[in-house]
Each structure stands twice: as structure tokens, then as C-alpha cells.
Nanobody, 124 residues
Framework: QVQLVESGGGLVQAGGSLRLSCAVS?????????MGWFRRAPGKERQFVTS????????SYADSVKGRFTVSRDNAKNTVYLQMNSLKPEDTAVYYC????????????????WGQGTQVTVSS
């Protein structure tokens, strides 16, 4: 099985920054998994934020976060990160990391493994 644990959420003022982490434990090597970050705002559907390939050399971002968010991973530490800068109130959501073997798709349904989520609240 694959277990994912997010951390780093919190309350921040607009324009501020946060760094989320997602620690992964799995029987397979961490580098076998593509990773994604998704978010769900109150009353809204789960939304793609970013994804990263197994070796970390390729990434994909939602238009709404391009230039502000950066995804990275440390395969030696079994951890994926989401650096969020220039945060806006509309970034307020529960942020989830997810894992899948293979390609770093953008659709939530392509990811079988999920963390419990971490709350990010951006005040205006």
C-alpha cells in the first residue's frame, strides 16, 4: 500500500508564501510514482494544481497557479513539495497530494493513492 501525509498548511495573508510537503511510504520505490497536487475549495470540485514526473524532470501546472507555485520532489527523502508564493484568497482550499505509477496526469481520477489533505487559508 501507499501512504501519503501532507503537512505545511496554515493561515497566511495575501501575497505571502507557504511550502507544503507530502511524505510518501510505499513498498515500491518512491521514484516509481508520479505525484500530483490537487485542491478542493468549499463548495467546489476537486481541482488539479500541479503534477510532477517520476524523476522530477517534467512538471505540469494549472493556469491559475503558473508562475506562483513550484512543485519539486526529493526521491531520496520520499517527499514531494509544493512551494506556493504570491498567495491569493482564491487559493484557499484543502490541498491534497496524490500518487500513481506511471505518467504524471492531471485528472484526479487517474490517481489511486491520496493523502488526508492540509488546509491552506489565505486572508485578504
Amino acid at each position: 500500500q501507499v501512504q501519503l501525509v501532507e503537512s505545511g498548511g496554515g493561515l497566511v495573508q495575501a501575497g505571502g508564501s507557504l511550502r507544503l510537503s507530502c511524505a510518501v511510504s510505499a513498498r515500491s520505490t518512491f521514484s516509481a510514482y508520479a505525484m500530483g497536487w490537487f485542491r478542493r475549495a468549499p463548495g467546489k470540485e476537486r481541482q488539479f494544481v500541479t503534477s510532477i514526473s517520476m524523476n522530477g524532470r517534467a512538471t505540469s501546472y494549472a493556469d491559475s497557479v503558473k508562475g506562483r507555485f513550484t512543485v519539486s520532489r526529493d526521491n531520496a527523502k520520499n517527499t514531494v513539495y509544493l512551494q506556493m508564493n504570491s498567495l491569493k484568497p482564491e487559493d484557499t482550499a484543502v490541498y491534497y497530494c496524490a500518487a500513481r505509477v506511471g505518467y504524471y496526469y492531471q485528472r484526479p481520477d487517474d490517481y489511486p493513492y491520496w493523502g488526508q489533505g492540509t488546509q491552506v487559508t489565505v486572508s485578504s
